[in-house]
Nanobody, 121 residues
Framework: QVQLLESGGGLVQAGGSLRLACAAS????????MNWFRQAPGKERVFVAATSWSGNTYYADSVKGRFTVSRDNSKNTAYLDMKTLKPEDTAVYYCAASEGSSFMADAMDYWGTGTLVTVSS
């Protein structure tokens, strides 16, 4: 049974940091790209960052230089380190696994249930 479980969300002041984790099970973790998306209230789900099976990383322009995506294949876990957080980073953050090359949300193979990040001003 495939499962992606996010953790690490919470309330933080602007300028603060959080680390999200995504624990995966039920599939071969090292074969997939791990992605992070976020969805703010009333908005669509958008790509944030991703790490390929080999460790290549990809970022949305809005988070470049502030967020760092990584993975530990020995622990079947992906991470999203978020620094210098802004109120506009407030959203539910989802991890997703993909075997394909597309970064579109509807191309993801598996999804977690999300973790809420709230950044206060």
């Amino acid at each position: 049974q495939v499962q992606l479980l996010e953790s690490g969300g919470g309330l933080v002041q602007a300028g603060g940091s959080l680390r999200l984790a995504c624990a995966a099970s039920g599939f071969t973790f090292s074969n997939v790209r791990m992605n992070w998306f976020r969805q703010a209230p009333g908005k669509e789900r958008v790509f944030v960052a991703a790490t390929s099976w080999s460790g290549n990383t990809y970022y949305a322009d809005s988070v470049k230089g502030r967020f760092t995506v990584s993975r530990d294949n020995s622990k079947n876990t992906a991470y999203l380190d978020m620094k210098t957080l802004k109120p506009e980073d407030t959203a539910v953050y989802y991890c997703a696994a993909s075997e394909g090359s597309s970064f579109m949300a509807d191309a993801m193979d598996y999804w977690g249930t999300g973790t809420l990040v709230t950044v206060s001003s």
